[in-house]
């Protein structure tokens, strides 16, 4: 069977569309497809910004946003420009890497709902904890999991492996041939890919 | 009928493909297209980059060859890459806006074709002078007429607007409501609202 991991960071802007097409677009190519949270901010720190991208930059920021609107505008999704934005992705990214490989992908959807949807703050308890109780995971023991050493340590250890792979910035699909392809724009080309190179 | 502008960089390694592609997509559409040549250095320059993004952040550099590689195998276009990168495109720009309207697109292709399938340096006139020969121009007269006054400064003022349109990079499609739509990858999109926006 095909294989391919989805790479997304929950305060980048266009994870947002790709996490919400993804899991479709992988189950009409039967590829399999793992979900994988990481943190940009250590691998923008190694290209020395202490910031997105998009706010150093305003012209592409202000690119950005608009191409958004328009992406979102197209798949029915609504848009709410996260304030401030980048949001603090990290207790999210904990929470996603802490549950079952099952429970991810509709958690983390969820999540972007919370954040790019309703323009909630995806650092809080508040909003964190419902969305675990939605997809049927009792919050307080994942919430205390998902700060224990070992989970940092797994979320630091992925974040290194999204360096080595050369990830440029999220989402991105990687095929186990080494392959990466960046951008909500690029899921089906990846996916495309996987499913060719898994055939020979 | 529906209209749409195609903004350009010689030196943009994704230009190139664009414009080996996007005067079929426009034709196959029944989309009028103007070709804008303009320049990246000064819209990058008040961004604080003095060179390529792609030299600046290796990361992406790396990223940008390989995707591009795999687009152009896609394209069955021919790849090479310029050395040094990015080719001083002052010259090539000057002389793509010197050239009447519908002999631009043609010359474009050519230049792109000399720099990124041959490897070809594009600011010596050796390069350049046959290209416009092969597009049955007399290559003399117009490399005089594209360093006058006047054609410096029309680059100048294409460059402006270029900026004034808040452009993020090269390729850029715009249309008459004054969207922008960045890169090789947003050219169907761009004529497809081209098309739309026409038709109100």
Not at 76 to 88: E, V
Not at 161 to 168: E, I, K, S, T, W
Request: net charge negative.
């Amino acid at each position: 069977m095909a294989r391919a991991e989805f790479w997304y960071e929950f305060a980048s802007s266009y994870s947002y569309p790709a996490a919400m097409r993804v899991g479709a677009l992988a189950a009409e190519r039967d590829v399999a497809l793992v979900w994988r949270p990481f943190l940009l901010g250590p691998l923008f720190a190694g290209q020395g910004w202490r910031d997105s991208p998009f706010n150093l930059y305003p012209v592409k920021g202000r690119y950005m946003w608009r191409d958004l609107e328009r992406i979102c505008a197209a798949l029915g999704l609504p848009l709410t420009r996260p304030d401030p934005f980048p949001q603090n992705s990290l207790h999210a990214a904990r929470l996603a890497l802490a549950l079952d490989d099952s429970l991810r992908p509709a958690f983390s959807r969820a999540v972007y709902r919370a954040e790019f949807a309703e323009g909630r703050p995806i650092d809080a308890p508040a909003t964190l904890a419902p969305l675990l109780a939605e997809i049927g995971v009792d919050p307080e023991p994942l919430l205390a999991r998902a700060v224990e050493d070992a989970n940092k340590t797994e979320l630091k250890a992925q974040t290194a492996r999204a360096a080595a792979l050369g990830l440029p910035g999220a989402p991105c699909l990687t095929t186990p041939d080494g392959e990466v392809f960046w951008g909500n724009d690029r899921l089906e080309q990846g996916l495309e890919w996987a499913l060719a190179h898994a055939a020979r």
